[in-house]
């Protein structure tokens, strides 16, 4: 049996994998079969985004501070969704996710409440994509990650272009993913860009140098502007973008070949 640092509270298993709750002092954690961290809880106040990449991926609301509609591509323990919850009472909110042994644990074991604002469907992000693209979203969080890391067909070509055909004419996409194959990185920086036409831009993270977020507003705000937005953010919900503001940095794909 796998090796946590903390206790095994809960296992689930899924065909070949299991989906581990792990209790860790004050925190809480979601395992896909590996030590990776899928998913984190501050169990005093689960509406807390406690790893550092879904506070980056949450800059998208320095470009649209107030969304009404977001679409997230993977649950996982449903730290995005409990956010967005609380903190914007007039968002409605989407959330693909594949896996309905997932979605059970966060509301069993994450505190992921039923809400009205919130529907769950599981099934293939990029299934879901095709089939709705009559709805338009202000934000586009894509978090879809298995155990051996990003899923792949979210970096599809008709994927992406069914993500940027949802997005609204003021709507950001935000995307998890990794940098550590400099060559499949480059790749998807390429088809991203080729998809969506418009600037990409990265935000490097101190937790794990390895993981990055990808950034595409199809709005050009000013910096001070982004500060504003930033700073009434952290009033409304405590999130601390500036940080992660400083380390917004446009990437040009030829630079992505490089890494």
């Given at each position: 049996m796998r090796q946590y640092n903390g206790i095994l509270i809960h296992r689930s298993v899924v065909g070949e994998d299991?989906?581990?709750?792990v209790d860790s002092g004050s925190f809480r954690s979601l395992h896909f079969d590996s030590a990776s961290i899928q998913s984190r809880l501050l169990r005093s106040d689960p509406a807390e985004l406690v790893i550092e990449y879904t506070q980056a991926m949450m800059l998208a609301l320095a470009y649209q501070p107030a969304p009404r509609r977001v679409l997230l591509l993977g649950l996982g323990g449903g730290s995005q969704a409990r956010f967005l919850l609380k903190y914007f009472p007039d968002c409605h909110i989407?959330?693909?996710e594949i896996s309905p042994s997932v979605s059970e644990l966060a509301r069993r074991f994450f505190y992921l409440e039923d809400s009205e604002r919130l529907c769950i469907?599981?099934?293939d992000g990029a299934e879901y994509l095709r089939t709705h693209s009559e709805q338009t979203y202000d934000l586009?969080?894509?978090?879809a990650f298995t155990r051996d890391g990003p899923v792949d067909s979210m970096?599809?070509?008709k994927t992406l272009n069914a993500m940027y055909r949802s997005l609204n004419k003021n709507g950001v996409c935000s995307i998890n993913s990794w940098k550590d194959d400099p060559y499949?990185?480059?790749?998807s920086c390429h088809e991203i860009q080729a998809a969506f036409a418009r600037p990409l831009f990265d935000i490097s993270l101190t937790d794990d140098p390895e993981n990055i977020v990808l950034l595409i507003p199809m709005q050009t705000l000013a910096t001070k502007q982004l500060l504003r937005n930033s700073k009434h953010i952290q009033k409304q919900t405590g999130l601390k973008l500036l940080k992660h503001l400083k380390n917004?940095?446009?990437l040009e794909v030829n630079e992505a070949s490089k890494q």
């Open positions: 299991n989906l581990d709750v989407d959330a693909v469907h599981h099934m586009i969080l894509v978090d970096f599809e070509p499949l990185y480059a790749a917004l940095a446009e």
